[in-house]
Nanobody, 123 residues
Framework: QVQLVESGGGLVQAGGSLRLSCAASGRTFSSYAMGWFRQAPGKEREFVASISWNGDSTDYVDSVRGRFTISRDNVKITTLYLQMNSLKPEDTGVYYC???????????????WGQGTQVTVSS
């Protein structure tokens, strides 16, 4: 079992930065691949980024590649991060972290979810 709690969302102007955190509890955090998803009003929840259990492999949706960076700390504080730079209004949405046995891009592949944190980017 893994429990996930996101934080770090907020309101930021276009071009600004935010860093999201996802605190994980449960002894098996380091065994799971992790991902970030987002959901804008009236839209489906979409994949943003993923990272392997040991942090060696990452993947991004094309629209954030080069602007967002996913990382994780498996040792000290078992936390997942999403550094978001050069934010755009289209990045607005509720951001969720999720855990899966295998890294993937489909939300159906993820077994555990946080409650989400709101990110709003103004133009």
């Amino acid at each position: 079992q893994v429990q996930l709690v996101e934080s770090g969302g907020g309101l930021v102007q276009a071009g600004g930065s935010l860093r999201l955190s996802c605190a994980a509890s449960g002894r098996t955090f380091s065994s799971y691949a992790m991902g970030w998803f987002r959901q804008a009003p009236g839209k489906e929840r979409e994949f943003v980024a993923s990272i392997s259990w040991n942090g060696d492999s990452t993947d991004y949706v094309d629209s954030v590649r080069g602007r967002f960076t996913i990382s994780r700390d498996n040792v000290k504080i078992t936390t997942l991060y999403l550094q978001m730079n050069s934010l755009k209004p289209e990045d607005t949405g509720v951001y969720y972290c999720a855990a899966a046995f295998r890294r993937g891009v489909s939300k159906d592949e993820y077994d555990y979810w946080g409650q989400g944190t709101q990110v709003t980017v103004s133009s």
